[in-house]
């Protein structure tokens, strides 16, 4: 399954980030000729106010339902249909009472939604060289654990800072995942120091296929305060090798997963059957 990273350098405007979005991914089906195509977390609206954030966010259709849907829901599914791809729509702020979710849309190549999934590890930390973040100041948890078939594949879908709870993708690999999606924006400075080192980790952990889009570029915030994001998006075999990676500018990597490579890794060090302490 050929499969892209489209990374992008997202801004608060959110006419900007879809004519951006809608660039990168048609040059990259052109070039590459993918059959999924996956965008980073929140490539909607990074940095901007807290009523940027809700304004660029929008109410999502029941599961199953397609009414009342938004420009960012319209963008994902009219751009699968249009280029005959499934499109992992990375992340977008789905409006939820008070507050927003920040969830991943999967639409198939027909542009019906798949699957939806809302990041359940929010980052509330301070970083060793200071920087605080407080996401769930704007953010309510997910709850639920997600798959979803993409051809012959199963795909486990995470987010961002997701990344660091390794018992979420045991939890994904035991319900048949054999490629985990994470739509990221990572901090620079966090990801200088973990990003690669912790996607390659549950590449190995999990022996599946690992697609990690990030954001890059700088963000502002509405006081002025510049966030820079990591970039280096990449795909990584089920044995823990990186396949392709993208650097630190806006474009895309492209790689093919194959299912035997997941079944040979398996088949030789078959560590789920080994597993022998807790879940
Ligand atoms: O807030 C938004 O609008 C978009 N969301 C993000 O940028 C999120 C929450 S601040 N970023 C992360 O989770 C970075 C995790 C990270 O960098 C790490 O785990 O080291």
């Known amino acids: 399954m050929r499969t892209t990273v489209v990374q992008m350098a997202p801004g608060a405007s959110l006419p900007d980030n879809i004519a951006q979005a809608s660039d990168l991914i048609a040059a990259a089906v052109a070039a590459d000729r993918p059959e999924l195509v996956v965008l980073p977390e929140i490539w909607s609206c990074l940095g901007g106010a807290a009523e940027t954030k809700f304004a660029n966010a929008e109410e999502l259709p029941a599961p199953g339902t397609t009414a009342g849907t938004g420009p960012l829901y319209r963008f994902l ?44 590890h929010l980052f509330d930390i301070t970083t060793p060289g200071g920087e605080g973040y407080r996401e769930s100041d704007t953010y309510a948890p997910g709850e639920d654990v997600v798959t979803v078939p993409v051809g012959a594949f199963t795909a486990g879908l995470a987010i961002c800072y997701d990344l660091r709870f390794a018992e979420l993708f045991l939890a994904l690999r035991k319900r048949g995942a054999n490629v985990i999606v994470l739509p990221a924006a990572f901090t620079a400075e966090t990801g200088e120091a973990h990003w690669a080192t ?48 993208a650097s630190n500018g806006i474009g895309w990597a492209t790689a093919t997963l194959t299912l035997h490579q997941v079944e040979r890794v398996r088949a030789g060090m078959p560590v789920l059957a080994h597993r022998r302490l807790g879940a």
Not at 80 to 106: D, E, M, P
Not at 212 to 240: F, L, V
Request: charged letters at 15%.
């Open 198 to 245: 912790l996607l390659r980790a549950r590449a190995i952990e999990t022996q599946c296929w690992v697609v990690a889009c990030g954001t890059t570029g700088t963000h502002i915030d509405a006081g002025g305060h510049a966030r820079r994001t990591y970039g280096h998006s990449m795909i990584i075999d089920p044995w823990g090798t990186i396949v392709t990676q």
């Open 77 to 120: 599914s009219e751009t699968a249909r249009t280029h005959g791809i499934t499109l992992h729509g990375g992340s977008i702020g789905q409006r939820y009472g008070g507050k927003l979710l920040n969830t991943s849309l999967v639409f198939g190549p027909d542009g019906v939604e798949r699957a939806r999934y809302s990041k359940i």
